[in-house]
Every structure is written in C-alpha cells, then in structure tokens.
C-alpha cells in the first residue's frame, strides 16, 4: 500500500514539474496534454481521481494548466490530516 501511494506521490510530482517548466500554469497559458508532453493516459485520468483533485485543470476543450492555489490547499489538507493522526 505505501508503496503505491509513494509511486502516486511520485508521478504527481513529475507532472507538476511538467507543467511548471512549461510555464502552464493559468488559463491563458494552459496547454495541450500532447505540447506538455504528457503520458497518453492523462485524459483518462482527468476523468477520474487526477481531474476531481482540481490541481489539474482543463480549459478550452483540451488544454490543460497547473492551479498552484489548488496545489497548495491540497498540500495544506495533507499536512492537517498528518498532523491529526499523530495526536
């Protein structure tokens, strides 16, 4: 189990990077999954668990851009459930 979520954290990570470098990282600068050289799999995972985490977003009908404020409460919702468990 830990390992999967570790692989997950892993591949998260590397498509942030993605996006960072590519500078998609708001609506006018949102790119084609296939500009951000993307995994062919990444639609479908937008249609599923990626898409409801809201980090990547989707605009005009197939680009995509990196939302750095849903990052960071995604970020901040992790850290408060850690935070929890170890009380």
């Not at 990547?56 to 970020?75: A, C, I, Q």
Request: charged share 45%; glycine share 6%.
């Amino acid at each position: 189990m830990f390992r999967r979520r570790r692989e997950i954290r892993e591949h998260l990570l590397e498509l942030i990077e993605k996006f960072r470098k590519k500078g998609a990282l708001s609506p006018e600068k949102a790119l084609t999954a296939e500009e951000l050289e993307l995994p062919a799999e990444f639609k479908e995972r937008m249609k599923r668990r990626l898409g409801q985490l809201g980090v990547f977003v989707e605009v005009d009908g197939g680009k995509y851009y990196l939302s750095e404020e849903r990052l960071k409460e995604v970020k901040d919702k992790i850290a408060e459930r850690r935070q929890s468990r170890n009380w």
